[in-house]
């Protein structure tokens, strides 16, 4: 299991790792493959790693479409799962996919390379909106981003003058993020911090502490930075999610369970919001795949509706800990056997499963 190295670079504010920027290995051998599975269905096991097991596969239902969903995977009635198999399914996905090794190929690894806890809250803010597309393309995206910050992100942001700094941004586009989006972006983040003090108090002004979600810490952040500066070109608005537009929040979601939740990937330094306020990160993938578990059932579009629900289902699996499933998600995607697909298929199905 690869660790971070030690840091190598530092000055008077902040250390970093900058090795950690460069790394080319992938995730580590999480066990053995799963293997395939015949005979009595319900009785047989399937190895997710040496250490996880699951116990039983659940029957599966053809629903109207065409689509298999698992027979009620979550009790509607009492908040718990009625399918000890499914539960035990995900957890031993979390498990093998929540290490150390998952670090390096995830845009996680750009704030894992900062020590200083402000500069990792800043960066990971940009490595968290600019998480599209192919991954390789967008880590060294992020990683000339954080050279143009002079490998200061913090800094950079809290000093940031348009006449002075605004060339070292010029050139710097991902995808549909051009140059004018990562000037106003750093400007408007800027006069936040200068008026509102952290990143953190940024989301948690906007969420009192019994709310059930961190969908208003989300709202607000969003709308504070796009209106702070009136003459914000509107153009920011479309990488600055909200609520209210109905999006799932997907990179925000995933930003606040970077900073909320520890662990061996997340950083848990936010303490101000509970990782049970937290919402389970929904997009294409994950969203097919929870589908295929029915953790989401009579929504087709992956929406702030469909976000809550996933995480309504989550929450009832791990009450104080829905986002774990965020890995498990992933790993149903990308295991080599497609295991997701697996346990909610019947035999015939079993030739026709894809991976991710």
């Known amino acids: 299991m690869r660790t971070p190295p030690s840091p190598t670079a530092s000055s008077s504010n902040t250390t970093v790792r900058r090795s950690w920027f460069t790394s080319n290995n992938g995730l580590a051998n999480g066990g053995a493959n799963p293997k395939r599975c015949k005979g009595i269905l319900p009785l047989v096991k399937i190895y997710l790693s040496p250490k ?11 629903r109207a479409g065409g689509e298999r969903t698992t027979h009620k995977p979550v009790s509607e009635a009492n908040g718990r799962s009625t399918n000890p198999a499914l539960h035990g399914y995900l957890d031993g996905l979390v498990r093998r996919y929540e290490r150390p090794a998952f670090i390096s190929k995830d845009p996680i690894s750009i704030p894992h390379g900062f020590s200083d806890r402000e500069d990792r809250a800043v960066i990971g803010l940009f490595a968290a909106l600019l998480a599209w597309g ?5 880590l060294r995206k992020l990683r000339e981003l954080c050279e143009r910050m002079r490998m200061q992100p913090a800094r950079f942001v809290r000093r940031y003058d348009d006449r ?5 941004l010029d050139g710097f586009k991902h995808r549909t993020f051009q140059p004018i989006d990562a000037r106003w972006l750093v400007k408007n983040l800027r006069s936040a911090l200068e008026k509102y003090g ?3 108090r940024l989301f948690t002004r906007h969420l009192v502490p019994s709310a059930e979600h961190v969908g208003p810490a989300i709202q607000g952040f969003s709308e504070t930075i796009l209106q702070i500066d009136p003459e ?3 153009r920011l608005r479309k990488h ?6 109905g999006s799932a929040c997907k990179r925000l979601a995933m930003y606040l369970r970077w900073m909320v939740r520890g662990g061996p990937v997340d950083f848990g330094t936010w303490r101000q919001i509970r990782p049970a306020q937290l919402l389970v990160p929904l997009d294409t993938h994950s969203g097919r795949t929870a589908r295929r578990l029915g953790l989401l059932r009579g929504r087709k579009s992956n929406d702030w ?6 995480t309504r289902r989550g929450r009832r699996l791990a009450p104080r800990d829905p986002a774990r499933y965020d890995f498990a998600l992933f790993g149903a995607g990308v295991s080599d056997a497609s295991l997701a697909e697996r346990l909610a298929s019947s035999p015939d199905d079993e030739a026709d499963a894809t991976v991710r």
């Open 52 to 62: 996880t097991t699951v116990a039983r596969i659940p029957k599966t239902n053809k």
């Open 305 to 310: 509706k469909a976000a809550l629900q996933l």
């Open 232 to 234: 914000t070109p509107a």
């Open 240 to 245: 600055l999610a909200r609520p209210e537009a």
């Open 164 to 168: 002075r700094d605004a060339e070292r």
């Open 134 to 138: 192919r991954r390789d393309v967008m």
């Open 198 to 200: 952290s990143m953190q």
